[in-house]
């Protein structure tokens, strides 16, 4: 069965400093992968999606960046934290047919402070 | 392009409430469904899906018509929980696109 893994659950970091979150997938191949952000109560804002290793499509301007390394591993950083990244930060995957359901991963708190 | 709308919240209801979350999208072709359950700390599970028209989806009480003629997904329960408080959100996968269109999602809140 497929898993999708993420790391670390929480992060509080000062702002100006890096950030590096990781997510990873196991039991599947060549998985479409997404990186999400939720404010506060709000909805999802979808910030990266890749269909293959180092193939990134940003959707969203920002301070952040995406890479795919690895066909399972999808990794978000910044290299200087702003106060407005704070946020619930959810990786997600799916198949390459475009009408399947995505998986989700348990999310990243991150504070920025 | 694709949209999804779904009614605002939060949705505060009594346990063994009946629940009707209300969900309309837009959409070139004819894509598939979804209903997620986000509940608080954690990532979106799927509810349940339809992929054609007609279709119903269901799971742990909750059901789903896909309504092609009012494009409409509207998520039923007949008797909520307290267990039930979680966000719902609303999304749709056409084959067009790589990138599924999600609603802004629905608090429900169930008190005892």
């Known amino acids: 069965s497929q898993t999708i893994h993420q790391w670390p659950a929480t992060l509080v970091q000062p702002v100006g400093s890096p950030l590096s979150l990781e997510c990873t997938v196991e039991g599947t191949s060549n998985p479409n992968l997404y990186w999400y952000r939720q404010a506060a109560g709000r909805g999802l804002q979808l910030l990266f999606y890749s269909v293959g290793i180092g193939q990134i499509s940003s959707e969203v301007p920002q301070n952040l960046s995406a890479s795919r390394p690895q066909d399972r591993q999808f990794i978000l950083s910044s290299k200087k934290l702003l106060l407005s990244d704070s946020g619930f930060y959810l990786c997600?995957?799916?198949?390459?047919?475009?009408?399947?359901?995505?998986?989700f991963g348990p999310g990243t708190r991150l504070t920025v402070l | 392009g694709d949209s999804v709308t779904q009614m605002e919240g939060p949705v505060t209801l009594s346990e063994e409430a009946f629940l009707t979350i209300n969900c309309t999208y837009t959409?070139?072709?004819?894509?598939?469904l979804f209903w997620y359950v986000q509940y608080p700390g954690e990532g979106l599970q799927l509810l349940l899906k339809?992929?054609?028209?007609?279709d119903k989806g269901s799971n742990k009480g909750f059901e789903a018509t896909y309504r092609k003629e009012t494009t409409s997904f509207h998520l039923e329960k007949g008797s909520v929980q307290v267990s039930d408080s979680a966000v719902y959100f609303c999304a749709l996968s056409s084959g067009g696109s790589y990138i599924p269109t999600f609603g802004r999602g629905t608090s429900l809140i169930v008190h005892p």
């Open positions: 997600a995957w799916d198949r390459d047919s475009g009408f399947d359901e995505q998986f």
């Open positions: 339809a992929t054609k028209a007609d």
């Open positions: 959409a070139t072709g004819y894509p598939s």
